[in-house]
DNA sequence: TGTCCATTGAGAATTATTCTAATTCACCCT
DNA sequence: AGGGTGAATTAGAATAATTCTCAATGGACA
C-alpha cells in the first residue's frame, strides 16, 4: 500500500495544497487504484462507507488538484471528464463500447514530425488517444 | 465555390441522406468554410439571413451526419463537441485560450508503436491533440 | 475561549444535449 | 390539382454534468 494517509498528507502539502479530511478521502480514491475516475465515480467511492463529502466539495477538489498539477483531466466523452492520478506523459486507450480508459505507457508509441507551432504559442501537452470497440460493435444502426 | 446545392445534394444522397432543405443548409455551413464548429455555432450561422432551422433540427442532423460518416466529432474541450466536415485521418491542434481547432495533416505526423490490442477489440480511430496556449499564459493562476 | 479565514455543503443556476409529442412537409398516386 | 402517408421539423420540456451562491462549519492560533 504505497498510499497511505501520511503519504497522501504529504503529497498533498508538497503541492501547496492544505490536506484536509475529504481532500485526503479523495486523493485516496484516485490514487489507491490508480484509474480513470469521473466526479460522479469519486463522489460515490469517497462515500461508500458513510456519507461525508458532498458534490460540490468533490469538483472542487478535483479542479484544485487539476491546477495544482495533481491529477489531469482526459478528455475522451463529450459527457463526463475523467481524472487521471497519473501525471507523467502517457496515452489512453478508449473502449467506446465499454467506457473503459486504460493507459498506454508513453514510450509504447513514437510520435514524430510534430509540426512547428504558430509563433507565440506553446506546447501544454499532445494527447493521443486510441478509440477501440468491442469486436461485431458496428457503427451503424 | 466547390460546395454548391447540386453538389451539397449528391453528397448527401451518396451518404443515404434525404436532402432536405435544413439538411443543405447546415452542410453548406460546414462544408463552405472547412471549419470545426458547435452545434450551437452551426445553428447561428444557419439563421444568419432568415431563422429557419430550430436548435433541434440542428442536433438531430448533426448525429444524423455523424452516424453516416458525412462528419465527425472532435472531442477537445468538456463543454462542446464540435463537429468536422474533414472524415479523413487528421490531427488536432487545440488553442485551449481561444478554442480555435487547426488541422495538422495525417502525413504531417508519425505514429508507430500502437500497442497489439486485446482479442476482441477493433480500432476505430486514432486522434492526435495538440494542446497549445498563446505563450505568457500561465496555467497558475 | 474567541477571532479569523479557509473549507464545506445544500441547493439553485447554468448549459449542452436529448426527448416528447404535435405539426408540417415532401413526395407519390390518382 | 387534391389527398394520403411517412418522414422531418420543431417548441418546449427534460436531463445531467458542472458551476455558483452564500450561509454554516471548523481548525489554527492569539
Ligand atoms: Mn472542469
Ligand atoms: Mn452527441
Ligand atoms: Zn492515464
Ligand atoms: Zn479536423
Redesign the interface.
Known sequence: MPYDRPTLNALLRRHGIAPTHQRLEIAQVLFARCQHLSAEQILQQVNERHAETSKATVYNTLNLFR?RGLVR?V????K??FYDPNTGPHHH?Y??DTGEITD?PAD????????E?PA????????????????GTS???
Open positions: 491546477d483531466e478528455i475522451v466523452d463529450p463526463r471528464v486507450l473502449n467506446v498506454i509504447a508509441l513514437r510520435l514524430s514530425g510534430l509540426p507551432l507565440g504559442m506553446v506546447t501544454e501537452g499532445v494527447d493521443v488517444i486510441v478509440r477501440v470497440r468491442s469486436a457503427a451503424l444502426g
